[in-house]
């Protein structure tokens, strides 16, 4: 499975973005998704995840109210809106896939990565 995420910018405190994340896969239907982030000198963490069903998500407390996460599996597509945004939420956003059941913040669990996209935001 490759992804490829696009959406990225420069954008000031209090904007929006909208990030896609697009999987070469003819079985999307059947992967949770996820985004990451990692911003310099800090580790990984989680964002947002939506299991295949699009039943499931879950946000990190630092997003939520301000981001949602969606899929469009006839477009082989995973979305993160992103509103109010904030200097912090400066990092490389990655998508990510994996084929459990259920989804879960552990990135153990993500076998597919993309490349990323550049976030960031002026104060």
């Known amino acids: 499975v490759q992804l490829v995420e696009s959406g990225g910018g420069l954008v000031q405190a209090g904007d929006s973005l909208k990030l896609s994340c697009v999987a070469s896969?003819?079985?999307?239907?059947?992967?949770?998704m996820a985004w990451f982030r990692q911003a310099p000198g800090k580790e990984r963490e989680s964002v947002a995840g939506?299991?295949?069903?699009?039943?499931?998500?879950y946000y990190a407390d630092f997003v939520k109210g301000r981001f949602t996460i969606s899929r469009d599996d006839a477009k082989n597509t995973v979305y993160l809106q992103m509103t109010s945004l904030k200097p912090d939420d400066t990092a490389i956003y990655y998508c990510?896939?994996?084929?459990?059941?259920?989804?879960?913040?552990?990135?153990?669990?993500?076998?597919?990565w993309g490349q990323g996209t550049q976030v960031a935001v002026s104060s």
């Open positions: 896969t003819r079985t999307f239907a059947s992967y949770g």
């Open positions: 990510a896939a994996s084929p459990k059941l259920h989804i879960d913040p552990d990135a153990r669990h993500f076998p597919y």
């Open positions: 939506i299991s295949w069903s699009g039943d499931e998500t």
